[in-house]
């Protein structure tokens, strides 16, 4: 799997966005790049499989971000979920959707994610954010991706539809000169590329600093995250009837993304489709 030098490009942009470039100048600055440049990534694209690397799981020696027996293990087994918010639903019952969406249903139309949030596939989602290892956000890409060509309902023919255009959960200014990166914008940047699927990563703003939605309660976190995020206008006309897919590393509450969803219905998107890592469950 592509690991060293996404770790490095990635590093290097993060590197310019801390150093005071900021994330609308380095994000901006991207369709300018010199040709030599995607020359240049193209190649190092191909010296991973040459490198040794380990399992970000059990430490394994190999090639990959994740051995198969990790990845058979925690990754192929799969229950029944949600569509709409992927909450995970008993095997039998005909409702597509869970009781909580069927009683207030969410401005998001679906949600596709690649595992419930706990141990040890949590240690990844960890890794990317908080212990800034890039390497794991093509891997967290493609267990997305794995997801949203599945079905939601093992054993159905039911399918979710892909969007049209992706785009991250966006992070404040602050934060993301602190952290130097944005996790979705990582897992996105990868997931774009292998599903396909064109990437806006300045489709969204958000507008006030809001605080961690893990360090809130259940009940403050609609409100911590009210009117939190805008569409630029630059990027109005692309939302306008277009099935939109969120990338974000976890989903608690849904919260946040559904938020992001009233903005983009409101400037007119046709369809919201979440893509994500990892779902907590209730507790
Ligand atoms: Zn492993
Ligand atoms: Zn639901």
Redesign the pocket.
Known sequence: MDVKPQKNAAAQAAAKSAAGAGYRRVAAAAPRKPPQESWVRRMLARVPQLLPSS?A??G?AGRDT??S??HKRFFTRQHRRCIQCAMPMPVSGKDLRCGACLKDKPAFDATIVATDYFAPSDQLALALKFGGDLRVAPLLAALIRDAALRSPVPGSDVQLALPTMLAPVPLGRERLQERGFNQALEIARPLSALLDIKLYPQLLERKKETQAQSALPVAARARNVRQAFLVPYGAMDHVRGRHVGIVDDVMTTGATLNEVAIVLKRHGAKRVTNLVFARTLPV
């Open positions: 399992c799981l059990c394994e994740l051995c027996p990790c």
